[in-house]
């Protein structure tokens, strides 16, 4: 009962915001395909899915204010408003471009796993989202976001995860799921919580969010096995890490899966227009 009632609450946001998408449907004409952004934020991660009906969910936002102009020229220099922000877990290249976001866009409620930030910016984030009196909603394993056909089914973290030292086991983990595609967001996690994820979810994708910018601890072949991804992409930029790491690349060309860099390649558009995945690239 307790999983229902977070579905049905966030179902209920949207439609109490409704009254400023159909503002911009209205004026700027809504998206018919579902349309996922791999945004360009430099080392960090940052995604943002439109779907069908103009409905926008934004997954973290990268470390710092650059994620402003990628959301600029995604959404246009008046589009101020987003239905949903989620922070997959409070380290700062995913957090630290959300206090921005929400100094700058009108914002319908604020997704989280509960837990705080070590960084001191995480105090700032929580005081814009009290002071702009923006819902927050905690949510976990078994969780869900349900938009019409589409949904956004939260793999983990479980409750002993959500206790654990490492911020990264913590994470979010999103897959998103319709009639035409399914897509998995993974965050920052390591082997360890892929391995949770393949003794106890479905993780066959056609698109996936490559965990913690191609670091050499994730993305393993039992789970590059199980997913089977078409396509991956990776959050990334300049860095002292390695990131991507060879190791990782080696696993997805092993598995014939198309690679995108948000270093190489900018800014990722993915269209899904009749089950077909159309790429469109900023570089």
């Known amino acids: 009962m307790k999983n229902n009632n977070r579905i049905i609450l966030l179902v209920l946001f949207l439609v109490i915001f409704d009254v400023f998408v159909w ?14 952004y791999f945004l360009n934020v430099g080392q960090g991660d940052s995604q943002m899915a439109i779907l069908p009906g103009n409905v926008k969910i934004l997954i973290d936002g990268g470390p710092n204010n650059k994620v402003l102009k990628e959301l600029s020229s995604v959404l246009g220099p008046t589009d101020r408003y987003i239905d949903l922000v989620v922070l997959s877990h409070p380290e700062l290249d995913h957090f630290g471009g959300l206090i921005d976001v929400l100094k700058r866009y009108q914002v319908g ?16 984030l929580e005081r814009i989202i009290k002071e702009n009196k923006i819902a927050t909603v905690v949510l976990a394993e078994n969780d869900k976001i349900k938009y019409l056909k589409n949904r956004f089914d939260m793999l983990s973290p479980s409750k002993n995860l959500l206790q654990s030292a490492e911020l990264n086991d913590t994470t979010l983990v999103m897959k998103f799921e319709n009639e035409e595609v399914k897509i998995l967001f993974t965050g920052d996690i390591d082997k360890k919580i892929e391995d ?20 050499k601890f994730s993305t393993s072949e039992n789970f590059l096995k199980k997913a089977m991804p078409k396509i991956s992409v990776i959050g990334v930029g300049k860095n002292s890490y390695g990131h991507p790491t060879n190791e990782t690349l080696n696993r997805l060309v092993s598995i014939g899966s198309q690679i995108f860099r948000t270093d190489k390649n900018g800014t990722i558009k993915l269209v899904i227009d009749n089950k077909k995945i159309n790429i469109l690239k900023t570089k």
């Open 23 to 36: 503002g911009q449907i209205v004026f700027g004409g809504p998206n018919e395909n579902l349309e996922v």
């Open 109 to 124: 409620a604020f997704i989280f796993n509960g837990r705080r930030g070590s960084a001191p910016a995480f105090l700032d």
């Open 196 to 215: 949770y994820l393949i003794k106890n979810r479905d993780l066959s994708v056609d698109v996936l969010k490559i965990s913690h910018h191609g670091s």
